[in-house]
């Protein structure tokens, strides 16, 4: 998924497939372990997806937070 299809994604939105990600990582170990792996990029990948929105995610609650201390201030 593109970053500017993720920046439209609500928080939990995010949060969600992250924990669906994170899930899949899991599996793609499992299954390398096992010898059952058809292609290690994908862990490569997933790894560098959930970054991905682990990044974005930090980013929005940041932008969010510093709104907040502005309209107190």
């Known amino acids: ?6 920046r439209a994604m609500a928080a939990n939105e995010i949060e969600s ?3 669906e ?6 599996k793609q170990k499992f299954q390398k372990t096992l ?3 058809e292609n ?3 862990i490569r990948q997933t790894k560098r997806d959930i ?3 682990m990044t974005i ?4 609650r940041s932008h969010n937070g510093n709104e907040a201390e502005t309209r107190k201030g």
Not at 1 to 6: A, G, S, Y
């Open 1 to 6: 998924m593109k970053t500017k299809d993720i």
């Open 17 to 19: 497939k992250l924990s």
């Open 21 to 26: 990600l994170k899930d899949k990582l899991f």
């Open 35 to 37: 010898g059952q792996a």
């Open 40 to 42: 290690p990029y994908k």
């Open 51 to 53: 970054a991905k929105y």
């Open 57 to 60: 995610l930090k980013e929005m």
